[in-house]
């Protein structure tokens, strides 16, 4: 058994319950559609051919599992960018998950780090230091503008998957941004999901 798997699998037990019947986070009656919007572009330097996919996960006492998901399409990396246009209050709790063409069969989703531990908001990351960390979050604290880029670095390499090593991804933000818990494993700086990041603090 793959044990990275078993222990990414219990940083994400709490989420899996969660999600098991989870409703999208589309506007109902009681839910006004949010118009404020934010355009997040996000410089992804030589990794064309890469999707990128938003997705926002939080607690919710008033939705019927606890929790409220939204994601949103993936979209391609092209000429390294690629840019999102979302409500401005799904930038808090915002999680970014990445599908690079060279991952083999990981389990997961490689997920980027937005701040890895130790980490202050406006530290650049080097890809050593990075591949040197075990805990982060993939939790964005949003922001309030119209419009914001975050350099993002992807890179492959050699990760336990499945049934053997393949190759996979490291992701994170290439200046550690504001960020919002949980901190969860992150083996050799790679982050990865098998279920909905939910960000914030679980009410009690």
């Not at 999102?84 to 389990?107: D, I, M």
């Not at 503008?145 to 996979?168: F, L, N, S, W």
């Amino acid at each position: 058994m793959n044990t990275n798997l078993l222990r990414l699998g219990a940083a994400t037990a709490v989420a899996a319950t969660a999600l098991a019947a989870a409703p999208t986070g589309s506007a109902t009656a009681d839910q006004p559609r949010e118009r404020r919007t934010t355009t997040i572009t996000f410089e992804v330097p030589d990794c064309d051919g890469c999707t990128l996919q938003l997705q926002n996960g939080r607690w919710d006492e008033d939705a019927r599992w606890g929790v409220r998901v939204w994601t949103g399409k993936e979209k391609e990396v092209q000429d390294g960018t690629v840019r999102f246009t979302v409500p401005t209050r799904r930038t808090h709790g915002l999680s970014v998950l990445v599908r690079a063409p060279w991952e083999g069969h990981t389990g997961y989703v490689t997920t980027v780090a937005m701040r890895y531990a130790r980490q202050q908001a406006g530290d650049v990351v080097g890809f050593r230091e990075a591949r040197h960390t075990r805990n982060a979050s993939a939790c964005w604290a949003g922001t309030g503008a119209g419009k914001v880029t975050i350099p993002v670095t992807v890179r492959k390499v050699r990760v336990d998957g499945v049934h053997e090593r393949v190759d996979g991804s490291i992701a994170y933000a290439t200046t550690t941004q504001e960020w919002i818990d949980p901190m969860r494993a992150a083996w050799d700086g790679v982050l990865g999901s098998q279920d909905a990041n939910i960000c914030g603090d679980r009410p009690s």
